[in-house]
């Protein structure tokens, strides 16, 4: 797993809330702008099996390729490694009962999911759970 960063960096892609909410369902909102989870086994890309890539919801910036997905029983979309190390922020998260590492988009700051260290079957040993609504699938 990639180091956790400090949070000392903007974001390339800046709006208000309000211009979010109009780009986002509320769903995406709640997950992308405030760190939310979508229940498991609910997001529209847990069993996509084509090949592509997966752009963050809210800038755009690509964030996983279907190569890494793999199979996993934790109810999300999950892949061993990010499409760019570049191109997703991991940040301490102890929001939850637990402490986790949350990953959140270079980009636009938006938050995607969180990384485990929980699959020795991977290539990296990594598991990064990602929300559907988080991230928008493009096939090719």
Not at 5 to 33: C, G, H, I, M, Y
Not at 111 to 126: E, I, N, R
Request: proline content about 7%; charged content about 25%; overall charge neutral.
């Amino acid at each position: 797993m990639s180091p956790v960063q400090p949070d000392e960096d903007e974001p390339t892609v800046v709006k208000s809330d309000d211009e979010w909410r109009a780009q986002l369902s509320n769903r995406e909102f709640a997950v992308l702008r405030r760190g939310g989870t979508e229940r498991p086994w609910s997001g529209e890309y847990v069993d996509t099996k084509v090949g592509g890539a997966y752009h963050c919801r809210g800038c755009g910036l690509e964030v996983f390729r279907s190569r890494t997905k793999i199979e996993s029983t934790s109810g999300w979309a999950s892949f061993y490694a990010p499409s760019s190390a570049a191109n997703v922020q991991l940040r301490p998260d102890l929001t939850g009962k637990f402490p986790r590492i949350a990953v959140r988009c270079a980009g636009c700051h938006g938050h995607l999911g969180h990384v485990f260290d929980d699959a020795p079957q991977t290539p990296t040993g990594d598991r990064y759970s990602i929300n559907s609504a988080a991230v928008r699938f493009l096939p090719g």
